[in-house]
Nanobody, 117 residues
């Protein structure tokens, strides 16, 4: 089975930076689009970032564009989310996901990110 494990979450002050990692196991995901999502308590899941299979194409949610960057190292079967200029509203559980055809088929367990003011 494909497993995704996020890491790198924690507590950071507003304006700070954090890098999340998503390590995949079970099979190579070098042919899959990967994404990051987040969910704050009481709110709906929100799209954060997307990256194409070869890393050449990326997309970001409006709320994070210009501050976050997604990138991947297919040799390590790992996807990263670099988060800069963090704001308290960035607080939430961040999930890594892998695209399989038309669906987000695989999800990690999430990692908590808390940004203090």
């Amino acid at each position: 089975q494909v497993q995704l494990v996020e890491s790198g979450g924690g507590l950071v002050q507003a304006g700070g930076s954090l890098r999340l990692s998503c390590a995949a196991s079970g099979r190579a995901l070098s042919s899959n689009f990967m994404g990051w999502f987040r969910q704050a308590p009481g709110k709906e899941r929100e799209f954060v970032a997307l990256i194409s299979s070869n890393g050449g194409g990326t997309a970001y949610g409006d709320s994070v564009k210009g501050r976050f960057a997604i990138y991947r190292d297919n040799a390590k079967n790992t996807v990263y989310l670099q988060m800069n200029s963090l704001k308290p509203e960035d607080t939430g559980v961040y999930y890594c996901a892998a695209r399989d055809f038309s669906a987000w088929a695989y999800w990690g367990q999430g990692t908590q990110v808390t940004v203090s003011s």
